[in-house]
């Protein structure tokens, strides 16, 4: 887009001064490529830096957890940012599949947490049980994004048939967190057999529906008490668990509760340009790092669905 075209009180302008102030490098690039027409290299170029010996990414490249070590959720965000840029292949992904094959669980998958090395600065992640066992939480999103983009490679086999296993679990559950619901659709977006895909989509979203887990009236939702187990800072909205059109989430919603959802991101817009975060984060940094990310994101979903910015 050109930045001419964008008017001195448009979102879009305001988010880009927003960007310009608070971001990340990593972000900075990530928003001249998405919105600036700016190119595909320097991202790439960012995104490295936070490339680890083993092959995982870590450094904080999701701000929430933090220390130099790699994470599986590092893994999941490195592969969000170079789908967008169209560089999720090759060696990139030949390698990161290498360190998911290090990490994975006897069932498979990839742990929702690791330790940190002995010595190294404590990045807080939770709990971590001995022998961890595989979770949806990490492993679908890794494996969605690598499907999609065609990826193949032996670490996929077993992880594919696990991601199958928790989404069809997660249908029986009789309250699942809205973050696996967020993981499982991750992960039917990229799975290679479609048609059981859309399939295992809708009776997912029959179960979302009937147990209340998406604010489909986002205003109407800060007055009333988040489903039972669910923290009372995180609620998810119709636009997160169905950020494009071509979300395989999608057809849970209306146009009216689309559309009503999407007003509320819009509005939501700050006034220093940038979008809340609407989650509690561990650390001072991760918030102020997460912001800009947020605002991409938005500003992606807002532009996919047609809206002007």
């Known amino acids: ?91 990139r992904a030949e390698g990161l599949c290498r360190y998911l094959t290090e990490i994975t669980t006897p069932d498979g998958a990839l742990p929702a947490h690791r330790p940190a090395p002995p010595g190294s600065p404590a990045a807080f992640g939770g709990p971590v049980a001995d022998g961890p066992a595989g979770d949806l939480l990490t492993t679908g999103p890794v494996v969605g994004l690598l499907h999609r983009n065609d ?3 032996a670490w996929l086999f077993r992880a594919t048939d696990f991601c199958w296993a928790a989404v069809a679990a997660l249908e029986e559950r009789a309250a699942p967190r809205a973050e696996e619901v967020l993981a499982a659709v991750a992960f039917l977006d990229g799975a ?32 009333t008490p988040p489903p039972h187990g669910h923290p009372p800072d995180r609620r998810i909205f119709v636009h997160e668990v169905a950020p494009t ?17 999407l007003d509320f991101l819009a509005d939501s817009q700050c006034e220093d340009g940038g979008w809340p975060l609407r989650r509690s984060t561990r650390a001072p940094g991760a918030a102020l790092e997460s912001r800009p990310i947020v605002t991409i994101e938005a500003l992606l979903t807002l532009r996919a669905y047609g809206r002007a910015l």
């Open 1 to 91: 887009m050109d930045r001419s075209a964008a008017a001195p009180s448009s979102p879009l302008a305001r988010a880009e001064q927003f960007v310009w102030l608070t971001a990340r490098v990593l972000e900075q690039r990530r928003f001249a490529y998405h919105f600036l027409g700016g190119g595909a290299d320097p991202v790439e170029t960012a995104l490295t830096a936070y490339l680890g010996d083993d092959g995982g990414y870590g450094h904080a490249l999701e701000p929430d957890l933090r220390g130099p070590h790699s994470r599986p959720q590092h893994a999941a965000h490195a592969l969000r940012v170079l789908d967008g840029i169209g560089r999720c292949g090759g060696r």
């Open 151 to 153: 990826v193949w490679h």
């Open 192 to 223: 290679p057999d479609r048609p059981r895909a859309l399939a295992a989509a809708e009776r997912l979203g029959r179960r979302v529906r009937k147990q209340g887990l998406v604010a489909l009236d986002p205003e109407a939702a800060r007055a």
């Open 245 to 261: 059109p071509g979300s395989p989430a999608r057809a849970w919603f209306t146009d009216t509760e689309v559309e009503r959802s």
